[in-house]
């Protein structure tokens, strides 16, 4: 059982950033991919960024490229989302995930374990 708390979400202008991270209580993360995930209201749910925690593979949506950096914390078992230039349309609930078994790291239904959310908010 993995437990993932996100936090770090808020209200930023456009052009603004914003570092959101998420903590995971388990024991290993060895052979875990963990994402970000975004939703905004009344939209699908979107990749955002992920990584193969062993590994070190980082993947990006293309909405984000560019503009966002995911990165962890080995030894904190801490995963972050730094978020620069962002824009009115970042604006969602943004969740943490984490599977122990990767096929597909983009796609949400691979992932076991979900966070409870944090909010991001980019005025114009």
């Known amino acids: 059982q993995v437990q993932l708390v996100e936090s770090g979400g808020g209200l930023v202008q456009a052009g603004g950033s914003l570092r959101l991270s998420c903590a995971a209580s388990?024991?290993?993360?060895?052979?875990?991919?963990m994402g970000w995930f975004r939703q905004a209201p009344g939209k699908e749910r979107e990749f955002v960024a992920g990584i193969r925690w062993s590994e070190g593979f980082i993947y990006y949506g293309d909405s984000v490229k560019g503009r966002f950096t995911v990165s962890r914390d080995n030894a904190k078992k801490t995963l972050f989302l730094l978020m620069n230039s962002l824009k009115p349309e970042d604006t969602a609930v943004y969740y943490c995930a984490a599977t122990s078994s990767p096929a597909s790291i983009k796609r949400g239904s691979e992932y076991d374990y979900w966070g409870r959310g944090t909010q991001v908010t980019v005025s114009s």
């Open positions: 388990a024991r290993t993360l060895s052979g875990y991919a």
